[in-house]
């Protein structure tokens, strides 16, 4: 399982960083990084919530309301570990004098928020 959820998490972590660079694209004036790094968060908790519903905690919602409360709880969880990886990201970003280096934090970042992740939302959210 662990194989699994590092595999889950890598997803996550590459759909993060793909629609960051795209929102650079778009956008790279004022408060830039913070809007890449809200798109990139939301993709990824999107991608990471289904795959870890369905494939790491077996969970079947009986109704959408379930599902909706669920994937409250589990935006919820994330509170905490997006501050992690955000904190990273915004760390690198000014401290290194690279454009790159904000991915390098982002990644690190996340690596460590997954881990904290699992167990929260093992233990909060997906109980049952």
């Known amino acids: 399982m662990i194989a699994k959820y590092a595999f889950f998490a890598l997803i ?4 993060n960083l793909v629609f960051q ?6 956008w790279s004036g004022f408060l830039s ?3 890449a790094m809200f798109i990139g968060t939301i993709a990824g ?4 919530y289904i795959l870890d519903k369905k494939y790491i905690f ?6 959408k309301k379930e599902d909706g409360i669920k994937f409250l709880l589990y935006s919820l969880m994330g509170v905490f570990t997006t501050a992690i990886f955000w904190g990273f990201e915004i760390a690198f970003d000014y401290l290194f004098d690279d454009k790159n280096a904000k ?3 982002a990644v690190i970042g996340l690596s460590i928020g997954y ?6 939302d093992k233990r909060f959210v997906f109980k049952d």
Do not use: E, N
């Not at 996550?12 to 759909?15: E, G, L, R």
């Not at 660079?21 to 778009?26: G, I, P």
């Not at 908790?45 to 990471?48: G, N, R």
């Open 45 to 48: 908790l999107v991608i990471k």
């Open 115 to 120: 881990i904290v992740k699992y167990y929260l």
């Open 58 to 63: 077996y969970h079947k919602p009986k109704s």
């Open 103 to 105: 991915y390098l934090g």
């Open 12 to 15: 996550s972590t590459i759909a």
């Open 21 to 26: 660079y795209l929102s650079f694209l778009v």
């Open 33 to 35: 990084l913070y809007l």
